[in-house]
């Protein structure tokens, strides 16, 4: 059966499609390139690594469609959670944990973290109760467990659920700015663009709850030298954290507190 959507988007595609080559008078070797390229895409990727989606977000491309989709545009003052991009790591099934507990399965060093705050209704300020946070990020060495055969399975991933006061807090780690996997095809093309491949320090977060709009975020650390220069261009200003020095806990040099502020659908 026809796809309705799909009749409405090729059209406009293949449009910008040749008017591109006419444009930019593209002949059949570099046309052959970017055969190559898609393909070499295609054998890197697997369930470790998505080349495919590394490719659109050095492009800027999900960067665009979740400012277009939730319609957030550079932003200021109270509004509710801001999305930012999903990324090519993120896993289904993290671990669950009781709140108050760490994600981090193996010390492998780096600034231990506790990150607290609250889930709430955008609209009326109350609590939300069962809310979801799945949360992600690398290790110091800038990798996902996935990519880092030292790393624990499930290392630095979990997901929290919130009690009636909404409030939610665990350990996890201050983040480390690290390159996208430059090693492959995006890698290549960043390099003959002459672009860095670097991301600056960030937690990844789905925050989710029955009955509101789930945000897919990350939050970036404010004294990071990578802010303004984003290889995937995912930052927003209020999605800018401060991390500040912690006493008298053992177990975290550093407190950061976030709230999220939930839209009902
Ligand atoms: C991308 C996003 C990430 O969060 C990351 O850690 C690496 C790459 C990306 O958008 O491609
Ligand atoms: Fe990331």
Redesign the pocket.
Known sequence: KANKRLAQLMPSLVRHLHDFCRENEVTVEEWSQSVEFLNECGRMSDDKRNEGQLFWDILGVESLVDEITYKVAADSGEKPTTTAIL?P?WRPNAPIYPMGSSTILKDQGGDVTHMHGSVTDFTTGKPITNAEIDIWHTAPNGLYEQQDPEQPDMNLRGRFYTPDSGDYDFYCLRPTPYPIPFDGPAGKFLKLLDRHPM?PA?I?FIISAKGYKPVVTQIFDRRDEWLGNDSVFAVKDSLVVDFAPKQGDEKAGFDLKYDFKLVAV
């Open positions: 990324g790591f991301r960030h990844h």
